[in-house]
């Protein structure tokens, strides 16, 4: 396969359409990034790289970090998380405080906001440093040290997450956090600032696809049923309420987030990430959603 020739048609391919959608800008730093950037990494199995574009530039990944966390506390809980948060899609907008009222606290599935703050709760409850440890962790999957967190967007989110304060404040009431409200949202919004480039994303997905082999990290380790749940998760809530159309088009286990970038997942062939600011109504990438799907369809890959 020649994944870079598909790579560069796909630019050529993409940069046709009208560049349409809009940036994060109800984070103030993330509406700051230059909207026409666009790159794409693909790492296979065999440690083969291809790239284009702007896929050495660091972004801000936001909810792509949620799949690292839970793979945390999915190792520390196991099967007891899903007692905390459900598996389901939620059919609504990830920010969505309506349904987190309806289900009496606990959150539809770990990739919606309410979901990944008792993810974060848990970390906070079972890790004696967890800020450490999941960047230890982080920098394990991608083999790269000097993985961080941009500590302007972290407190521009911080000074704007009104709603993020509103359902943790609503579990805790509800008896689904255990810890204090305001450090589980300072983790939480530290979190959703690291900032990685494509080729860093694509390896650290790599291994959610390395079926057969042991899935250990940092001291957290996940048995090869816990990655599969994990992918199936991934494919069915990772992007927010567009996450069937995801499935349908592109047909990849995956994680979105509305910094602009986008993960994917091939078992036992590829992992891809790319990153392109403007988002659609759903909060997911304009034309990462459509590159994937190009992907998809010109080297007829996909889970099903």
């Known amino acids: 396969?020649?994944?870079?020739?598909i790579l560069n048609e796909i630019v050529i391919e993409v940069n046709a359409l009208e560049n349409s959608g809009e940036v994060a800008n109800y984070i103030p730093e993330l509406a700051k990034v230059n909207a026409d950037k666009f790159g794409i990494h693909l790492t296979t199995m065999n440690n083969e790289h291809y790239a284009t574009g702007d896929s050495?530039?660091?972004?801000?990944?936001?909810?792509?970090?949620?799949?690292?966390?839970?793979?945390?506390?999915?190792?520390?809980?196991?099967?007891?998380?899903?007692?905390?948060?459900?598996v389901e899609p939620s059919?609504?907008?990830?920010?969505?405080?309506?349904?987190?009222?309806?289900?009496?606290?606990?959150?539809?599935?770990?990739?919606?906001?309410?979901?990944a703050l008792v993810v974060v709760d848990v970390l906070l409850s079972e890790l004696k440093?967890?800020?450490?440890?999941?960047?230890?962790?982080?920098?394990?999957l991608t083999g790269s040290s000097n993985i961080t967190y941009n500590k302007v967007v972290a407190q521009s989110e911080k000074e704007t997450g009104y709603l993020n304060a509103a359902?943790?404040?609503?579990?805790?009431?509800?008896?689904?956090?255990?810890?204090?409200t305001d450090e589980i949202l300072d983790f939480y919004y530290k979190q959703c600032s690291i900032e990685m480039n494509c080729r860093e994303l694509a390896a650290a997905f790599l291994h959610f696809g390395e079926n057969g082999l042991s899935y250990e990290h940092a001291g957290f380790s996940l048995t090869k049923s816990q990655v599969k749940r994990l992918n199936a998760l991934m494919l069915s809530c990772g992007f927010y309420d567009e996450s069937g159309q995801f499935a349908f088009k592109v047909g990849l286990a995956g994680?979105?987030?509305?910094?602009?970038?986008?993960?994917?997942?091939?078992?036992?062939?590829?992992?891809?990430?790319?990153?392109?600011?403007?988002?659609?109504?759903?909060?997911?990438?304009?034309?990462?959603?459509?590159?994937?799907?190009?992907?998809?369809?010109?080297?007829?890959?996909?889970?099903?």
Do not use: C
């Open 129 to 140: 440093d967890p800020e450490r440890d999941l960047f230890t962790f982080v920098q394990s």
């Open 91 to 115: 059919g609504n907008p990830f920010n969505s405080i309506v349904q987190l009222e309806y289900e009496n606290g606990i959150p539809r599935n770990p990739f919606v906001n309410a979901g």
């Open 1 to 5: 396969m020649d994944y870079q020739k």
């Open 167 to 180: 359902f943790v404040n609503m579990m805790k009431a509800k008896g689904n956090i255990v810890n204090d």
């Open 56 to 86: 050495e530039e660091k972004f801000s990944i936001q909810s792509i970090s949620k799949v690292f966390s839970l793979a945390m506390a999915f190792s520390l809980l196991g099967e007891k998380l899903w007692k905390r948060v459900g």
């Open 255 to 304: 994680k979105s987030g509305v910094g602009g970038g986008i993960a994917a997942v091939y078992p036992e062939e590829f992992a891809v990430a790319v990153w392109s600011p403007k988002l659609n109504k759903k909060g997911n990438s304009v034309r990462g959603f459509h590159s994937l799907e190009l992907l998809t369809t010109k080297t007829e890959s996909s889970i099903f």
